[in-house]
T-cell receptor, first 116, second 115 residues
Framework: GAGVSQSPSNKVTEKGKDVELRCDPISGHTALYWYRQRLGQGLEFLIYFQGNSAPDKSGLPSDRFSAERTGESVSTLTIQRTQQEDSAVYLC??????????????FGEGSWLTVV | DQQVKQNSPSLSVQEGRISILNCDYTNSMFDYFLWYKKYPAEGPTFLISISSIKDKNEDGRFTVFLNKSAKHLSLHIVPSQPGDSAVYFCAASGRSGGSNYKLTFGKGTLLTVNP
């Protein structure tokens, strides 16, 4: 596609429910990232995929968070037993290669999650 | 420990004047720096970048300056336009130390350009 696409754009869920957030990266981009931004905070790194592998999951806040990527394309971020502190905008991004090689990282518009 | 710091949460300037957004970093392994702009309800969009081998990069109205010894970079916008009003994020990446694939972001500075 033309850009990084994320769905849903908005999600309101009850505390304790599970949610799935989907990301379709730019076609051909091998690197895929999940970030989140909580109110008044900067962008917080969650996880990085190179192809279908996730060499760095260190940013996932707890074991309630998981992510997978298939076909070197679509990625799903799953949050189990959601808590109010999970409320944030979850941003997916993709790039041709690694950030430090001068490859621009392109972001989607984000999935706004509200846990009530 | 915040490795990329944007100490000014907001900045207000008059249309036509220069906007200067500042960013400091602590990790000496960072060697690639970027600025992203974010409008409400949209994802961040790439604006300009600079490698550590340079001290200045210019693109139209936007110029980024890097002072490696001070671990400081700044984004200059001149002349500022009302459409530049947005949150500006500074980001950094490093070629070594195992973090060369991800960007570390500051908390952002809200720029308001008044007509």
């Amino acid at each position: 596609g033309a850009g990084v696409s994320q769905s849903p754009s908005n999600k309101v869920t009850e505390k304790g429910k599970d949610v799935e957030l989907r990301c379709d990266p730019i076609s051909g981009h091998t690197a895929l990232y999940w970030y989140r931004q909580r109110l008044g905070q900067g962008l917080e790194f969650l996880i990085y995929f190179q192809g279908n592998s996730a060499p760095d999951k260190s940013g996932l806040p707890s074991d309630r968070f998981s992510a997978e990527r298939t076909g070197e394309s679509v990625s799903t971020l799953t949050i189990q037993r959601t808590q109010q502190e999970d409320s944030a905008v979850y941003l997916c991004a993709s790039s041709w290669g690694q950030a430090s090689s001068g490859n621009t990282i392109y972001f989607g518009e984000g999935s706004w999650l509200t846990v009530v | 420990d915040q490795q990329v710091k944007q100490n000014s949460p907001s900045l207000s300037v008059q249309e036509g004047r220069i906007s200067i957004l500042n960013c400091d970093y602590t990790n000496s392994m960072f060697d690639y720096f970027l600025w992203y702009k974010k409008y409400p309800a949209e994802g961040p969009t790439f604006l300009i970048s600079i490698s550590s081998i340079k001290d200045k990069n210019e693109d139209g109205r936007f110029t980024v300056f890097l002072n490696k010894s001070a671990k400081h970079l700044s984004l200059h916008i001149v002349p500022s336009q009302p459409g530049d009003s947005a949150v500006y994020f500074c980001a950094a990446s490093g070629r070594s130390g195992g973090s060369n694939y991800k960007l570390t972001f500051g908390k952002g500075t809200l720029l308001t350009v008044n007509p």
